[in-house]
């Protein structure tokens, strides 16, 4: 199974609202990254955040890491068209050797 | 400009007609790796590479083969395709295999 599962699948919102959407994990982890991937486009890294970092920004992108809880959550602020996408959280586990596991993603869709 | 790039984009084959995607980074990269996405399935490793003359297997290599001769190339070759080899096809690099990954555009295979 999946090191990462992303919460909700599928997110529609309106232009300017906030977007947000989780990520669990089983084991404990080194690091936890967000990418985003445009329709049958290369996914592109987002933001990396460390297991002993609880927050990070960047730009409207705001990341939380709670590691007792074993989740990460990516909120998107203010939201654009441009921010429709698929988000995936990619996991850097201790016992999981030297990879990153991908979640499935959750799918975001901006009306205007 | 800093990028990695695969041919074909897009290739529609037949059983059995070996194949070769290619892909290339100009980031001077040590780790190199291939993922295929699927419906459902999300992104899962075939194979990756921490330098020149070291692959390794990641989840799913059965029926891929690869090769690291050189830094920059790590092609990934399909000796006899079949039907469930079709499927969106990434090459990613990066300075190391957890740390920030540069994804291809994509290469979409049909095999048919």
């Known amino acids: 199974s999946q090191q990462g599962e992303e919460d909700p699948q599928a997110l529609s919102i309106q232009e300017g609202e906030n977007a947000t959407m989780n990520c669990s994990y089983k084991?404990?982890?080194?690091?936890l990254q967000w990418y985003r991937q445009n329709s049958g486009r290369g996914l592109v890294h987002l933001i990396l955040?460390?297991?002993?970092?609880r927050e990070k920004h960047s730009g409207r992108l705001r990341v939380t890491l709670d590691t007792s809880k074993k989740s990460s959550s990516l909120l998107i602020t203010a939201s654009r068209a441009a921010d429709t996408a698929s988000y995936f959280c990619?996991?850097?586990?201790?016992?999981?050797?030297?990879?990153?596991?991908f979640g499935g993603g959750t799918r975001v869709l901006v009306k205007p | 400009e800093a990028q990695v790039t695969q041919n074909p984009r897009y290739l529609i084959t037949v059983t059995g007609k070996k194949l070769t995607v290619t892909c290339s980074q100009n980031?001077?990269?040590?780790?190199m790796s291939w993922y295929r996405q699927d419906p459902g399935l999300g992104l899962r490793q075939i194979y990756y590479?921490?330098?020149?003359?070291?692959?390794d297997k990641g989840d799913v290599p059965e029926g891929y083969k690869v090769s690291r001769k050189e830094k920059r190339n790590f092609p990934l070759i399909l000796e006899s395709p079949s039907p469930n080899q079709t499927s969106l096809y990434f090459c990613?690099?990066?300075?190391?295999?957890?740390?920030?990954?540069?994804f291809g555009p994509g290469t979409r295979l049909t095999v048919t």
């Open positions: 590479s921490m330098n020149v003359e070291v692959t």
């Open positions: 084991t404990s982890i080194n690091n």
């Open positions: 990613a690099s990066s300075f190391s295999a957890t740390y920030e990954q540069y």
């Open positions: 955040i460390r297991s002993n970092e």
């Open positions: 990619a996991t850097d586990a201790k016992a999981a050797g030297n990879k990153l596991t």
């Open positions: 980031m001077n990269h040590e780790y």
